[in-house]
């Protein structure tokens, strides 16, 4: 048994979402994407405390659990090649019913038996609230995956700089992407690797993210057409059209592959103004979207979205796994803010819902403080059970727990 050391007070671990800008499906495939984390965060409440209780509390989707740390076995290292031995882990006495629950629940608990159990650690419970969206292709899986990695490292003493140290997010990255592939399957590590390190990124499948200094505001609308998908059904739905037409899939992924790289010169072009450069960017969003609606991935509330943009003269594409989910649109620079309200205010009408995002802020963070004030004296202050008042917090002071952008 690795018997830890244990920090008493209260905090919160928090991470953002992503946009990929060009890339997904292709980079499962080893492609290049370029991709930047957005304005809107998960955020992991952890309050520790006496006995071996645990507690899971997810607002979001209906989740409040309670188990006997003691009882659940330490996960051993290779159990994610047999997904079975991982869902056996809820049968530990665990309740939790199907759907988005039960999988949120499954990532816990695999990453609990990972850092936590049988390291003597003492009880504690864990509420997460995410401003994400759920499920519309923002990452809102990868937010909640190193959101809660960085509390469980945290808890157990396992960080060595709260989270900001490059090891201490190499660490935290690793376990989150472990995280996602208990709820996906096979996922690229794009998505993790974003809501950990933040920022505006090109990433490659098994190497480091590399960081990309754009020359342009990178300035997107995001339009969320309300319609639920399945990233785990999308990606194998791709697979399964790889693997019937080798030749043809391969081609269109090395064609996003030659997107990506377009992207990544035009983004660090020295002359940000140069209206050829805003031109080729405009025709690789449109480039982009085609191959990835060949590829069987968009849908006809995605198309909606682009037949919109079009009218103003902005090139949309999927973004995230698609079918459903998320649009980005790309605001041409120097275009005024009333032009972007204009596009918003179109799709709006439609039904749809538009965050007027800020591409590239903070990754993974831990906090102890609200403003000056202690998490724990500011909770302690409100009721006796802080897990309540965390769940019932309003959006924006939520927000204020994390860096601003
Ligand atoms: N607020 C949350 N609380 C608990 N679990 C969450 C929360 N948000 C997301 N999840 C987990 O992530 C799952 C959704 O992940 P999914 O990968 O399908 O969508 P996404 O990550 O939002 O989109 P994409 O992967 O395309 O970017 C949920 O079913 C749930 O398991
Ligand atoms: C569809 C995909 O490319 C992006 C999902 O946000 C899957 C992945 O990279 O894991
Ligand atoms: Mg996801």
């Known amino acids: 048994m690795v018997v830890v050391q244990q920090d ?24 290049s994407a370029i991709a930047g984390s957005v304005d809107m965060r998960a955020y992991a409440l952890v309050v520790p405390h006496s006995g071996h209780a645990v507690r899971l509390v997810l607002p979001d989707i209906g989740v409040d659990i309670a188990f006997d740390g003691r009882r659940l076995p330490r996960v051993q290292p290779g159990a994610l090649a047999h997904p079975g031995d991982v869902e056996a882990l809820l049968a530990e006495g665990i309740d939790v019913p199907d759907g988005p629950g039960r999988m949120a629940a499954l990532v816990f608990v695999y990453l609990y038996g990972s850092l936590v159990a049988d390291t003597g650690a003492q009880g504690f419970s864990i509420c997460v609230r995410s401003l994400l969206p759920v499920g519309a292709g923002l990452g809102s899986s990868a937010a909640y995956s190193v959101a809660l990695s960085a509390a469980l490292l945290q808890l157990t003493g396992q960080l060595h700089g709260d989270g900001a140290s490059e090891g201490d997010r190499r660490l935290i990255n690793g376990w989150a992407f472990q995280g996602e592939q208990v709820a996906h399957g096979t996922p690229s590590g794009i998505d993790n690797s974003v809501a950990t390190y933040g920022g505006f990124l090109e990433y490659t499948k098994g190497r480091d993210p590399a960081p990309l200094q754009s020359t342009r505001a990178l300035r997107v609308v995001i339009t969320n057409t309300n319609v639920p998908k399945s990233t785990k059904a999308l990606v194998a739905g791709v697979r399964a059209l790889r693997d019937a037409h080798p030749a043809i899939v391969d081609s269109i992924l090395d064609a996003i592959h030659s997107v990506s790289t377009t992207a990544a010169e035009l983004f660090q072009a020295p002359d940000a103004d140069d209206s050829d450069a805003e031109q080729r960017l405009h025709d690789i969003v449109r480039v982009n979207h085609g191959l990835l609606m060949a590829l069987g991935v968009s849908h006809p509330s995605l198309e909606r979205v682009r037949d919109i943009a079009a009218r103003y003269r902005m090139a949309s594409k999927l973004t995230g796994a698609g079918g459903g989910g998320c649009a980005l649109t790309l605001v041409p620079s120097g275009a005024p803010k009333s032009a972007t309200a204009e596009v918003a205010a179109a799709m709006a009408a439609d039904g749809f819902e538009c965050y007027d995002t800020v591409v590239g802020g903070a990754g993974v963070s831990i906090t102890y403080a609200v403003g000056a004030e202690s998490i724990e004296a500011w909770i302690g202050k409100q009721s006796s059970d802080p897990v309540a008042v965390f769940a019932a917090l309003p959006a924006a002071t939520i927000a204020s727990l994390a860096p601003s952008q």
Do not use: Q
Not at 8 to 31: D, L, Q
């Open 8 to 31: 008493r007070r209260p905090f919160v671990a928090s991470a953002p979402g992503k946009v990929i800008m060009f890339g997904e499906h292709a980079v499962v495939y080893g492609k």
